[in-house]
């Protein structure tokens, strides 16, 4: 690819790359995002190309393997354009007959289709589905525009040219002011005003200054930093090389997990070809602006993700936090001034520029604009990757766009914000989602997971879980954080295990508090809000366990039994051949019977009986 | 040279050189903030929390270690606010549940009048306040000891196991806050190691003696 000189010279490139795309008349976009690969979107991918070979269809169709489309659920998935005839769930085995039926009579192949739960109907198109409906993609709905390894692509659907009217029309005040009137905020967790963060670094005197992408996305099921890299590099590069200009920096990293292999592997592609471009490097399309990027693997803790702490692991230091202030805008990595922005914020700032500050603030809420990426996982039909406007409720995110809670049982609860965020109850289902509501009812934005919980989750047990995690995860280095947790995790262990008291209950509220205000960073500050949010809104539950020794839920192991109710077993022995500790004794045909000196509380034997014969109290 | 500002500390008013260290400043102007990581020497690391201070800025309050704070001008703290006080005694009744036989954390907390421990003891004896690994690197300069692991798992130790380069200098022996070495006892409560503040209503009567109350 020849060096682009000038603007002008994007424009002819954007006006070919989309002649050469319009050649095709079929386009097969299949998602080959991680969570599909793992379900097998390779080997279909292989079936297609060699089928479409061996039909001599390869120039009039093209096959593009893209990023996550976020139904994940459902995959491996494609779209056939034009049409937008969706397939879900697809083998090796079915590619003949899409290909045949769908690509060459364009008939629809039936069984291919998603069949909506609630109805059982059949639909057709992507667009119709309600997980679809009723999201605004407008950041992740581009990984299906574009195969991540082709920066022809990303042009062709009008990629680097916010950075060209950027470097040709704007300064860089003009430029922080339109990130600032947007209103976009930190999708990392913080939530903290972009533009503001930009005016900070870049009204700091020392230079060099530094850019970072931070790529460290640790919270457990949250995968939307991973899927935007993986599926579209070139949008990140572009908000990264936006913001280089805004600040005045002249190299950037990207700190990504060494967990992302094809995050990583697609980014280095991505940044070969900017080069290639000119997109990246001196002078960029003849602006005299220069800027290139680094890739560092991330060194593999949690706390990596948190600003100082990443700074020391690009360093080379063991990743502690440290101190803020001085903040990195001010005294970042070698003591430079350091912007650092997570991979979404990033991939917004492109849309920022393009839609106009106005354009982009008319989506979301007085205090947060824009749409946010969540990871909506756990008890829910639909679990995948689900853009929304800020504003819409937890309602709409978890009932219409995740076809509400699996096997008709009840919600209970939903986790939002990572391991630190907060259980929010039935009655706040129809609060609208944004930073500050969410901080206001005891949670947070975070990253945005989001893991929903029905009637047989324990918020005892959740509490617990995510103690643990966080007690893994501190570094250790100030008290409240690391003995903090550890107090706090003893007491719910102990509740969790019918030994716990109602003083404990006031200990654990007093460590809670003192831990989120003393901690030295992020990480210890927001660990109480597991406990805090489960107390807030299920004390009930952490009541029974002290005072009555029972587990509402039936799941904390020290306080339940299991046993067979007589009237509905019909002696199938599934139970009998699951039991891991053979607790389950009986004949064919006849009453079976627990055990309860060999039980183990595992729950496999009710989780395998047909005739719902296994009751736990 | 740095410029001369003025901060505040419990309604006193202090001036000092811009980016001063806001525990040291209040120390030596004789506001007494316990500490117990911190030592004038040191980098300060803010890792033992119990110098923790109420910061109030653009009309919002968050608490913050005072070793690691820098002054700038106009800063208004509160060292001995109720709220801070109830979360440094809380860490206290954490750091003696963790080194129970310490005699420095049994002064400290007796000093913040924290007479019941409620959590289970737990017969740490360090409590990683990390006074020896910077003593080892910055005074010693040879920085063999360290932390190892991370969260509950960490520790004092060689990393890498190279206990070889030890020195045996004892500068980090010297600097223990807790009572392993007797004659290493530095007092881990303000300058005159009684009095916690200028404010009498705060001073408990362990501190009645003191001449700057």
């Known amino acids: 690819m020849p060096k682009l000189s000038s603007s002008s010279a994007l424009d002819t490139l954007r006006e070919a790359k989309t002649r050469q795309r319009l050649q095709h008349e079929t386009v097969i976009v299949l998602c080959s995002g991680t969570a599909c690969s793992a379900c097998g979107c390779l080997p279909v991918l292989n079936a297609l190309t060699e089928e479409l070979e061996n039909k001599g269809l390869s120039d009039k169709v093209e096959l593009r393997a893209t990023g996550c489309h976020g139904f994940c659920e459902q995959g491996p998935l494609m779209v056939i354009q034009p049409g937008d005839v969706f397939y879900c769930r697809i083998a090796p085995e079915d590619v003949a007959e899409i290909v045949s039926e769908t690509i060459e009579k364009k008939n629809i192949v039936d069984r291919l289709l998603y069949v909506e739960p609630k109805t059982g109907m059949r639909i057709e198109h992507e667009t119709d589905i309600p997980f679809y409906k009723a999201q605004e993609r407008s950041v992740l709905g581009r990984n299906k525009l574009v195969s991540p390894k082709e920066i022809g692509d990303y042009i062709a659907v009008g990629g680097y040219s916010s950075l060209a009217r950027v470097l040709g029309s704007l300064d860089q005040d003009a430029v922080i002011e339109m990130v600032k009137s947007s209103g976009l905020r930190g999708r990392g967790g913080g939530g903290f005003p972009t533009g503001i963060k930009w005016q900070l670094c870049k009204d700091v005197e020392p230079t060099p200054k530094y850019i970072v992408c931070n790529a460290d996305e640790g919270d457990p099921g949250a995968y939307m930093d991973r899927s935007l890299l993986e599926g579209n590099p070139h949008m990140v590069l572009e908000g990264m090389l936006i913001g280089a200009y805004a600040i005045g920096a002249s190299e950037g990293f990207i700190y990504v997990r060494h967990e992302y292999p094809l995050a990583v592997e697609h980014t280095k592609i991505a940044i070969d070809q900017a080069r290639e471009a000119?997109?990246?490097?001196?002078?960029?399309?003849?602006?005299?602006?220069?800027?290139d990027v680094k890739i560092c693997k991330g060194a593999g803790a949690f706390v990596c993700g948190e600003e100082t702490g990443l700074i020391a692991a690009i360093e080379g230091r063991v990743s502690e936090p440290v101190t803020r202030p001085p903040y990195p805008v001010e005294r970042g990595l070698w003591g430079q001034p350091t912007l650092i922005n997570n991979v979404e914020t990033l991939a917004n700032v492109p849309i920022?520029?393009?839609?106009?500050?106005?354009g982009y603030a008319s989506v979301g809420t007085e205090g947060s604009k824009g749409t946010k990426i969540f990871s909506l996982v756990g008890k829910v039909n639909n679990t995948g990757l689900v853009e929304v406007p800020m504003g819409i409720t937890l309602r709409e995110i978890?009932?219409?766009?995740?076809?509400?809670?699996?096997?008709?049982k009840r919600f209970k609860a939903v986790q939002t914000g990572g391991p630190s965020g907060g259980c929010l109850p039935e009655g706040l289902l129809d609060l609208e989602v944004d930073f500050d509501e969410l901080t206001k009812a005891g949670s947070m934005m975070g990253s945005g997971g989001m893991v929903v919980m029905n009637e047989r989750t324990c918020m005892v047990d959740v509490a617990k879980y995510f103690l643990t995690f966080l007690q893994d995860e501190s570094c250790g280095n100030c008290v409240p954080c690391r003995i903090g947790i550890s107090r706090m995790l003893e007491i719910v262990t102990d509740i969790s295990e019918g030994n716990g008291t109602m003083e404990q209950i006031s200990l654990l509220e007093e460590t809670a508090e003192a831990t989120s205000l003393a901690s030295l960073?992020?990480?210890?500050?927001?660990?109480?809000?597991?406990?805090?949010?489960?107390?807030?809104y299920f004390r009930e539950e952490y009541q029974a366990h002290i005072e009555e020794k029972r587990c509402p839920a039936g799941v904390c192991r020290a306080l339940i039994t299991y046993s067979i109710i007589e009237d509905k077993c019909d002696g199938c022995m599934l139970c009998k051949k699951a039991c891991p500790t053979q607790a389950v004794s009986g004949e064919k045909k006849a009453l079976h019977v627990i055990d309860q000196d060999k039980c183990d509380r595992c729950g496999i034997c009710m989780d395998v009986c047909k005739q719902d014969a296994v009751a736990v109290v | 040279m740095a410029e001369t500002i003025t901060i505040t500390i419990d309604d006193e008013d202090i001036d000092v050189e811009e980016g001063a260290n806001v525990l040291k400043a209040a120390l030596e102007a004789g506001i007494c903030i316990p500490n117990l990581c911190y030592l004038p020497e040191l980098k300060p690391t803010g890792a033992c929390r119990v110098c923790i201070v109420e910061l109030e800025q653009n009309g919002r309050t968050s608490m913050t270690a005072s070793c690691t704070l820098e002054a700038k001008d106009g800063m208004v703290i509160h060292a001995h606010s109720e709220r801070v006080l109830k979360v440094r005694q809380n860490i206290v009744e954490m750091l003696v549940a963790e080194a129970p036989e310490s005699d420095v954390l049994q002064t400290l907390a007796e000093r913040l009048e924290v007479d019941d421990i409620r959590y289970p003891e737990r017969d740490n004896d360090c409590v990683l306040c990390g006074r020896c690994v910077a003593a080892c690197k910055e005074v010693a300069g040879t920085g063999v000891k360290g932390f190892i692991g991370r969260g509950t798992d960490r520790a004092i130790g060689f990393p890498f196991h190279r206990d070889d380069l030890c020195q045996k200098c004892y500068e980090c022996r010297d600097r223990c806050p807790i009572d392993i070495a007797p004659s290493s006892r530095?007092?881990?409560c303000g300058v005159c190691g009684s009095e916690l503040s200028k404010n009498n209503e705060l001073i408990p009567e362990i501190c009645e003696d003191c001449e700057l109350g």
Not at chain 1, 278 to 291: C, N, P, T
Not at chain 1, 521 to 530: D, E, I, Q, R, S
């Open chain 1, 278 to 291: 000119g997109l990246l490097g001196e002078d960029i399309m003849g602006s005299g602006f220069g800027f």
């Open chain 1, 352 to 358: 920022v520029i393009d839609k106009g500050a106005e």
């Open chain 1, 398 to 408: 978890i009932f219409d766009i995740g076809g509400g809670i699996q096997n008709g």
């Open chain 1, 521 to 536: 960073c992020g990480l210890g500050k927001t660990a109480a809000n597991p406990p805090l949010s489960t107390l807030k």
């Open chain 2, 186 to 188: 530095r007092d881990p």
